[in-house]
Nanobody, 127 residues
Framework: QLQLVESGGGLVRPGGSLRLSCVVS????????VGWFRQAPGKEREGVSC????????NYADSVKGRFTISRDNARNTIYLQMNSLKPEDTAVYYC????????????????????WGQGAQVTVSS
């Protein structure tokens, strides 16, 4: 069974940077596609970014384009989310999830068969 463990969250001032990591273990066949999602208090969960199993495809929510970068190191079974120019509205619990492939739908970031999720990492952007 797949397991995902996030790390790298914390408190940062507006304009600052953080890098989240998601270590994936327990897969026996194909390396999964991985998405990052976030949920702020009182809001619905939203897709932030997704990366294909090879890393050749990535997509981003409009709210983070140009500021966040997703990448993966399959040798380390780790997916990263580099977050720059952070804003207070980026404050949320961030989750990584593993699935079969990223969806390719305009204005949407999602992941097919996202059955496996990490425990979440709190990101707080505040002065």
């Amino acid at each position: 069974q797949l397991q995902l463990v996030e790390s790298g969250g914390g408190l940062v001032r507006p304009g600052g940077s953080l890098r989240l990591s998601c270590v994936v273990s327990g897969f026996t066949f194909d390396v999964p596609a991985v998405g990052w999602f976030r949920q702020a208090p009182g809001k619905e969960r939203e897709g932030v970014s997704c990366i294909s199993n090879s890393g050749s495809f990535t997509n981003y929510a409009d709210s983070v384009k140009g500021r966040f970068t997703i990448s993966r190191d399959n040798a380390r079974n780790t997916i990263y989310l580099q977050m720059n120019s952070l804003k207070p509205e980026d404050t949320a619990v961030y989750y990584c999830a593993a699935g079969t492939s990223c969806t390719v739908v305009p204005d949407t970031v999602d992941l097919y068969d996202a059955h496996y999720w990490g425990q979440g990492a709190q990101v707080t952007v505040s002065s």
